[in-house]
């Protein structure tokens, strides 16, 4: 006899299965008594625990077409799960023949995503917006239709479910902080997500460091290594690449700050970082640009600064350095505004039951 059918497959042509939010979701789906098992990129071991991981090499736009093409029917699963907008052609073609549902995690405004992007120029970002447009449209007549924020379309779908970037607070690691300055970032590291702005506030403030815990986009890697051997700034910034979720937040433990230097940009204006909410969560006080929707969770929570850009941001540094006992007060702020806002049911626990529920067999009519 072969494997036991799994229920829910995620398929990605594009993630890493390091990728935070798959992490979220197969722990919650695995909260809910289903199997789980996910296709992706990057090394196995970094897959969520407890999954069943498949790990392709990542190559060029060729390759991850193919992918895209491939992985959907490669799963025997009695759930399709996609996270790519290029893969939700062939799951919709793949559930339909194999009789399985499909479920499609939108968690991003694509649309707007590809403005942010510089390879998504000329032919190849026509061909991009093409994809996103149909894929947009497929996307809502699956079975469940999943999006990160009200904003983000489709608007009208089958079955059309919130689940926003919150914490998973089993994730986390929350602890006291080190006995010097240190700063910390999470997430995807390119120049529109205030990479170097980054790098720039905590060069100008000499007692502090910085850990960057993400992927470096290409397009920005020759810049970042010129940068970082500069005087201002050698030594005192470290590159972790990208890490598991539970492996990040390690590093983060006992840092001084979080960072969210998101520039604004159509793919930003609207978006809510989920490591702001993170930062927050783990009591970490947080620097953020003054986007409208960080801004909101900034002054509601009292739990960090606004700053207009990287001097404004070293200015504050250089006055927590001096006077870390400021820090409490954000400190303490982070944490009450987690008890208020968060808890230890996530979003991603009413996904998991939404697709326990599509599973279940429906009781027979009389």
């Known amino acids: 006899m072969g494997a036991p059918r799994v229920d829910v497959a995620i398929v990605s042509a594009g993630h ?35 999954v069943r991981v498949r790990t392709t090499q990542r190559g060029g736009m060729a390759r991850r077409a193919v992918r895209a093409a491939v992985l959907p029917w490669r799963s025997r699963a009695r759930v399709l799960m996609t996270v790519d907008p290029d893969v939700v052609p062939m799951a919709r073609a793949a559930a339909s023949v194999r009789g399985c549902k499909v479920v499609v995690d939108i968690h991003e ?45 489709p608007h009208q779908a089958r079955r059309r479910l919130v689940v926003e970037n919150l914490p998973d607070l089993q994730l986390l690691s929350p602890g006291p902080p080190d006995a010097t300055p240190r ?14 702005d980054m790098v720039d506030a905590v060069a100008a403030a000499p007692a502090w460091t910085l850990d960057l815990i993400g992927p470096v986009a290409a397009a920005d890697r ?63 006080p947080v620097l953020s640009t ?43 702020a982070a944490r009450e505004w987690t008890e208020r806002k968060l808890s230890e049911r996530t979003p991603y626990d009413l996904l998991a039951e939404t697709i326990a529920e599509i599973l279940a067999p429906r009781a027979a009519t009389p």
Do not use: C, N
């Open 109 to 153: 405004d694509y649309a707007r995503l590809l403005s942010d992007r510089s390879w998504a120029r000329g032919l190849i970002g026509i061909g991009a917006r093409m994809i996103v447009h149909a894929s947009t449209r497929l996307a809502a007549g699956a079975d469940v239709t999943v999006v990160a924020d009200d904003h983000i379309p």
């Open 16 to 50: 890493d299965v390091a990728d935070a939010r798959l992490h979220k979701i197969s722990a919650a789906l695995q909260r809910a008594g289903l199997s789980v098992e996910l296709a992706g990129l990057g090394e196995a071991a970094g897959g969520p625990a407890g």
């Open 222 to 284: 020759d810049e970042l290594s010129a940068r970082l051997i500069r005087p201002d700034v050698a030594g005192r910034v470290v590159l972790h690449g990208r890490q598991p979720p539970e492996r990040a937040w390690q590093i983060a433990r006992g840092a001084w700050a979080g960072l969210v230097f998101l520039r604004e940009t159509p793919a930003f204006r609207e978006a809510m970082p989920t490591k702001l909410y993170e930062y927050l969560a783990s009591g970490l």
């Open 290 to 332: 003054p986007l409208p929707r960080q801004t909101s969770v900034i002054k509601e929570s009292g739990g960090g600064v606004l700053i207009a850009g990287p001097a404004e941001a070293a200015e504050v540094l250089r006055r927590w350095s001096e006077s870390p006992e400021d820090l409490e007060g954000y400190r303490k």
């Open 183 to 196: 700063a910390v970032y999470i997430g995807d590291l390119r120049a529109s997500r205030g990479l170097f």
